[in-house]
């Protein structure tokens, strides 16, 4: 009988091109599929992000309106294309998010060997973290999107030989168009003086060659030469960018506590749009052993810029708690750090035994599957039906669109709300108020109110939602029938 020759294998042979070909599947599936999962509606976060998006004007850069300009001018075009509901708010960070998993794999895969830029890939971009934040419509995204990006056109040019002009100019021009998501100007900052300061880096900067260099430098200052003209034109992006309201040393501590509990906490009464943890604690354990792994060898870049983008995430955190989101990037790196150390140890047990290597997978695979299927539970279920998190979110589009006709008269009280739904009005959709009229027989004679606003008039239906904690969300009028108070 002919001997088997594991090497020989086609499953063998392209077992990592497999991996990746059936962790890109799944991940789009799911990623596209995100609007009929978790969260079940839209936040108010969001609601406010399709208003900003939807007022953008196409002179918005000479009037200095740049504030997270590409992520608006994206939800504007998804919204004009297919109406305001749920999946075209969310539509941008889907599409952006299914660039930055390929970003975070392809980093990894630079990085590590491939088994475990594989595995590591499958826990960042599956875990319920990760697809929160690709199901949220708000620029929040680009504070993790930029970052990754930067990393991995970093690593296409350090540590090689002659590397390609093409990569020095994308990096400049992306390093550009950071600083106009909000606090991402310390990020390039902070890039800028981590490059001079680290040995590896700054010899990197020393052999590039002299035309993409000096150019890279001339983008740079060109662009923020604008970015100082749009603060002169409008004044208040600066403050947008740079800073957070009523800033004060013991509301930037505060900010820290608020934007790390939900995290790590295990239970949910905290008051956060985050479930709660938001990182499990077997990617806590597999970062740590990252952590500790790697402590012998600091000064190799992927290890310091991990540990020094988890400090830059803390200072972050402290201007916006929101902005704790950033830590899934340097965790994603200590994960890939810990995975390495377990298969280098397992390896060190059988050195000449390959049967005892494969048998690895075993373990490993079962592993990954309850970590990926307890995450994506998790995001599915804790979104829905916990209350501290779920309250957040609203289904009301939804319900607008199926149990009122065009053409009616929306009555809204809500300042953001009726900003908000102002947009179906600019689309000829309803008719949307922000005060009644003294007398509500000058309204239509069915008009509807949106949330817990009742008007003295005949209520001809109430629509209702699991969402909303007393279940009514629409009343529908009838004012042929008013009656007076």
């Not at 991995?152 to 093409?166: A, D, E, H, N």
């Not at 916006?320 to 390896?347: C, D, F, Q, S, T």
């Amino acid at each position: 009988m002919k001997k088997l020759v594991f090497s020989k294998l086609f499953l063998y042979r392209y077992r990592f091109v497999i991996g990746f070909i059936l962790l890109s599947t799944a991940y789009l599936g799911i990623l596209f599929g995100l609007p009929l999962l978790s969260p079940a509606g839209i936040s108010e976060a969001e609601m406010q992000s399709a208003t900003s998006s939807y007022a953008l004007q196409i002179d918005a850069v000479f009037r200095g309106d740049i504030v997270d300009l590409p992520y608006r001018v994206l939800q504007k075009l998804s919204i004009m294309t297919f109406g305001l509901t749920v999946y075209a708010i969310k539509l941008p960070s889907i599409i952006i998010g299914a660039m930055l998993g390929g970003l975070l794999i392809l980093l990894l895969n630079r990085w590590f060997k491939t088994n475990v830029a594989l595995f590591a890939s499958i826990l960042a971009v599956l875990s319920a973290s990760f697809l929160y934040l690709a199901s949220s419509g708000t620029p929040l995204i680009m504070i993790v999107f930029w970052p990754t990006l930067l990393l991995w056109l970093g690593s296409k040019i350090q540590g090689v030989t002659k590397p390609k002009p093409m990569y020095c100019f994308v990096f400049a021009f992306a390093l550009l168009a950071s600083i106009f998501t909000p606090y991402m100007i310390y990020l390039a900052g902070f890039i800028v003086l981590f490059a001079f300061a680290h040995p590896h880096l700054r010899f990197t900067i020393k052999t590039l060659p002299t035309f993409p260099l000096v150019l890279t430098i001339f983008i740079i200052i060109t662009g923020l030469a604008a970015a100082v003209m749009a603060a002169f034109i409008n004044p208040n992006i600066i403050a947008e960018l740079l800073l957070t309201p009523n800033f004060s040393i013991s509301g930037f501590l505060n900010n820290i506590q608020a934007a790390f509990l939900p995290f790590f906490a295990w239970n949910t009464t905290l008051d956060s749009s985050f479930l709660s943890p938001f990182i499990g604690l077997a990617s806590v354990a597999l970062a740590i052993i990252g952590l500790l792994s790697t402590s012998k060898g600091f000064f190799a870049s992927r290890n310091s810029i991990a540990i020094c983008l988890i400090i830059f995430t803390i200072f972050l955190s402290g201007l916006n708690p929101e902005a704790a989101i950033l830590v899934l990037l340097p965790m994603a790196i200590l994960i890939a750090h810990g995975l390495r150390y377990i298969l280098a140890k397992w390896y060190d047990l059988f050195p000449g035994n390959p049967y005892a290597r494969i048998s690895a997978i075993f373990p490993i695979g079962l592993f990954l599957g309850i970590m990926i299927t307890g995450g994506i539970t998790h995001f599915m279920y804790g979104y829905r039906y916990i209350p501290i998190v779920a309250d957040k979110f609203h289904d009301d589009i939804k319900l607008l669109d199926i149990n009122l006709e065009p053409g009616t008269t929306l009555y809204v009280s809500d300042t953001i709300a009726y900003d908000f739904y102002q947009i179906l009005d600019q689309q000829g959709k309803y008719t949307v108020i922000h005060e009644l009229p003294e007398n509500l027989t000058d309204l239509p004679q069915q008009f509807a109110t949106l949330g817990h606003t009742e008007v003295s008039a005949n209520i001809e239906r109430i629509i209702t939602s699991p969402k909303s904690d007393n279940s009514d969300r629409i009343y529908v009028y009838n004012t042929s029938q008013t009656t007076e108070e």
